[in-house]
């Protein structure tokens, strides 16, 4: 029985990876000129500090000027309404911030 259930959640778990390689890999990569000309009228602002503190200031300025309201929903915990566009956002969000941290940390 537990043989069983465990077969189960490795399919599961295996299905779950396949698919979002199948993702990863047919997705065509997009550029947003918008955005890159945010990103770089923000990172010219910002000459001089620190790396993080740029992209971060970039990334929120990106978020400001789309009209991605964040700030309310982040001191909830929520992103805005519960469907796959704002979980992306959410998850962009964390693996942004994650990394921006860990770039941090290694420097010091």
Not at 65 to 71: A, S, V
Request: net charge neutral; glycine share 6%; aromatic share 8%.
């Amino acid at each position: 029985m537990k043989d069983d259930k465990k077969e189960k959640s490795e399919q599961r778990y295996m299905e779950r990876i396949r698919l979002i390689k199948d993702r990863v890999v047919n997705t065509r990569p997009e550029m947003d000129l918008e955005n890159a000309k945010i990103m770089t009228e923000s990172f010219k602002e910002t000459a001089g500090e620190p790396l993080c503190i740029r992209k971060a200031k970039a990334f929120r300025r990106q978020c400001r000027e789309n009209g991605k309201d964040l700030g309310s929903g982040i001191d909830r915990g929520v992103f805005g309404n519960d469907n796959e566009a704002t979980n992306e956002i959410a998850g962009e969000m964390f693996t942004f911030i994650s990394n921006e941290i860990e770039s941090y940390r290694s420097k010091f």
